[in-house]
């Protein structure tokens, strides 16, 4: 008789295992936590990637706890999507371009961009296909992120506003946001290289056909409102348009389009940025609060 010690066990990957992915949706309209996926080993992963893409498609947001994996397989993960993009205004880590760190300290005061509800980057003519942002440092309470789906945000609106602002384009600006507490040279230097770009207020989503809502914090007005069907004296151009878009801007308030995801060390989210806008919580004290972000290149809207 064999005295031998047994052989162990067969060392199985976790894509080969059926349902091995942990889908738990957060609520009815937005976002799902995944379990029983490291996305450091996703970024060597094409056929894991590939089933990752299907359900940011479904969900719109991915959330991920546990993830001590490092710079380099963040970038590598998020490269699997899209080439990655700089950031004019906030900087990237030196080693890993594209790797955006957004920290926070007592000692750095918070900037005004983080609480408003935005699309990253529409003032790009391409705005970025998503985002995977990773959790380095976070406050002990507060400092949570919130999504919204603004598909569902069109899909709600009134037939007669659909109808509305079917043809209409808004402008979309890093000046005026960004730039807005900048001297005025480098606010003018900013603008002459992004210059602002127009986009449809109804995008259309490049891989679902879904409709989107797309005005966000960066749009400044609508660039083709005042025609002969919207106005009929000087002052509708005003009120008119400016009224109409507050309330497309208003639809991402609502909590019934939206998620929250309270952060640890280590937790992730990915979104996509075509079809979501998300707001950064800033009701924490002074304290760190350390991110890192990799924004996804996308393409023009139509």
Not at 94 to 99: C, K, V, Y
Not at 219 to 233: G, L
Request: glycine share 4%.
């Amino acid at each position: 008789m064999s005295t031998a010690p047994p052989e162990a066990p067969a060392i199985v990957r976790a894509t080969s295992l059926p349902d091995s992915i942990k889908v738990e949706p957060l609520t009815c309209a937005i976002g799902a936590q995944l379990s029983h996926v490291n996305l450091g080993v996703a970024s060597r992963d094409p056929a894991l990637i590939a089933e990752l893409r299907a359900l940011l498609l479904k969900h719109r947001v991915l959330f991920f706890r546990d993830q001590d994996i490092s710079r380099a397989e963040h970038v590598a993960f998020a490269r699997h999507f899209g080439e990655l993009e700089d950031h004019p205004v906030a900087g990237s880590d030196p080693e890993h371009p594209g790797l955006v760190r957004i920290y926070k300290s007592p000692e750095q005061p918070n900037d005004r961009y983080e609480n408003a509800w935005h699309t990253d980057a529409t003032w790009r003519e391409k705005p970025p296909f998503g985002c995977v942002l990773r959790c380095v440092e976070c406050p002990p309470v507060g400092g949570d992120t919130m999504w919204a789906n603004m598909v569902l945000a069109y899909e709600r609106l009134p037939t007669a506003i659909q109808s509305q602002i079917a043809g209409l384009r808004a402008r979309h600006s890093i000046e005026a946001s960004f730039g807005a507490a900048m001297p005025i040279d480098k606010r003018l230097a900013l603008k002459a290289q992004f210059p602002d770009a127009e986009h449809p207020v109804v995008r259309t989503h490049p891989e679902t056909g879904e409709k989107i809502l797309f005005v966000n914090a960066f749009t400044t007005h609508f660039t083709n409102f005042h025609t002969a069907e919207h106005v009929r004296v000087g002052q509708d151009y005003t009120h008119g348009a400016s009224d109409l878009l507050r309330t497309l801007i208003s639809q991402a308030f609502i909590p019934e389009y939206q998620v929250r995801w309270r952060w640890q060390p280590n937790s992730m989210a990915m979104w996509d940025n075509r079809s979501t806008q998300h707001y950064a919580v800033m009701d924490y004290p002074p304290c760190h609060r350390k991110m890192e972000r990799a924004g996804i290149v996308g393409e023009a809207t139509y």
